[in-house]
């Protein structure tokens, strides 16, 4: 009996009984490892917790985001956790946190748990997991080190123990289930697996995590609000090479300055401190704004998205400086000689909007789109363009082909509006747009018809880009006002020769144009139908000008 008993015992760590505070409620199932700390791993999300997951490989273990407990505890709790993926970009982006550690224990999965805490008092969890238990993990030797570093410092037992010293944690984001962790942030969110921890670290310096607002006139004598960290000491502030207007200490993750003027382009805005200057970083970018045009959408990260560019024709008498920005990306800055063009792209990788054109001269800006074998070309837009009201003439999700129809909307004012998308037979669709962004709307599957009339509570941009089988179109929504009899068409467009009424004898024989496409007759200007090109209310048609090339057999969503 002691044999067998003695048997069964061997490779079990025994530790203090834990206190009823210790006792948490886990939802955590475990499953046995006689080479854990404890005998056990755990299993809920457990891929993810230590990197042997399907999305492992998405995370960017070369770029290391600096943030806070604040700002970790803000984002939005997901709806659903998947047990093998990951939740983006919080779950794919390894962050450092500066904070103070107050406790520590070894859980029943063996990982140490880690509660630290800010100067406010807000506190979040991190975990450092057992190495035994993360076979196979992409971060292994980050988290032996990890293990290693803190074994060097402390004893982790099965029940909490308390202290209080100065750490730097470098981790990836991790949204766990609530269940009455000790230390949790409202939302979940924790630093696991903690790749890296320094116990009392020299001073680090500042770090930028916003501009707010993040643009202003060249003129200068914006009010901005710079959150970051680590702003203690400062000394300067500048944008770009220009030193700040101004600026006010507010606290170690606060600053106030005002903008200088500057030519339009796109800075970053540097903070300094006696540790040294921030590091540069998308969230650190301030455009000085002129003359503003503006596309819906970039898309260079889709399949079949082949090029995407932004064309620029310099109109103006003097040498133009613009800056070409969208969201996520760092800005554009180029000059254009007078009577030049010049064209620029975010790169592959990158989709989203809007995209916006800055200039301190005339210029005119257009999108050129290469998706699969076809071609879309579309001009910017600017606010005066903006309407309350506006149309698109036909939309279809129901015709064979029509992957996607989706409705964009951009805002180009400085207060929010509220947009109402309808269509005779569907129920409306509605979105709020921020002043400066864009969002973009679809009606189910299934659905045709038009007219779309977009109705807004402030003047926006509205524009349809249709994806019919592998090519792609995108048209901006018309503002129409009515004049005497029949309805006006109020828009800004180049120049265009206006066209020679045919004669009888000048029409063309029907056949095939030099591009290869078909010509319909033409006489006098009107359109020859067919029987077959007769429409009624209610027909699929599908709008000629979309109408591309042959389908590809699987083509991925659009936006």
Known sequence: MALVLGIVLVGLRFHPAPSARDVELEQDQLKPNIAASTGTCGVERWSVKTGTDADAGLVNVGTITSTTIATMRSYPAPGTLPANNRVQPQETTVYSIDATLIEYKLETDSDYHLVIRDGGGSTMITEIADPACSGGSRFLASIQSSRGEFDSQFTATGSFKTTSVPVRVRGIGFFDYLHGQTGVAPNGIELHPVLDIQFNPPPASATVLSVTPNSGPAAGGTSVTISGINFTGA???????TPAA????????????????????????????PSGTSSISISDQF??????????????????????????????????????????????????????????????????????????????????VQYYQTFNEVWAENATQAATSSYINWYDKASAGMYNDNIHLLNPGDTSATVTVSLPGANPLSATVAAGAETYVSFPQGTIGGPVTISATQPVLASQRVQYYSSFNEVWAQRLVRQGVGWHEQRQHPPVEPRKRER????????????????????????????????RPGDRELDAARVGVAASPVLPDLQ
């Open 235 to 241: 000394t300067a502030v500048t944008f770009g090479p």
């Open 246 to 273: 101004g600026f006010t200490f507010v606290s170690d993750t606060q600053l106030n300055a005002i903008s200088p003027a500057e030519t339009v382009s796109t800075v970053d805005v540097i903070v300094t401190t």
């Open 287 to 368: 455009t000085f704004t002129g003359m503003t045009s503006y596309f819906q959408w970039f898309d260079l990260a889709s399949a079949g998205m082949v090029n995407d560019n932004v064309h620029l024709i310099n109109a103006g008498g003097s040498l133009a400086h613009v800056t070409i920005t969208m969201p996520g990306a760092r800005g554009i800055n180029l000059t254009v000689d007078v009577g030049a063009e010049i064209h620029a792209t975010f790169g592959s990788g990158f989709v989203g909007g809007p995209v916006m054109v800055n200039a301190d001269q005339p210029v005119r800006a257009s999108q050129r």
């Open 504 to 535: 009888d004898g000048d029409r063309e024989p029907a056949g095939r144009d030099r591009d290869g496409g078909h010509r319909r007759r033409r006489r006098r200007g009107v359109r020859q139908l067919s029987a077959g090109d007769h429409r």
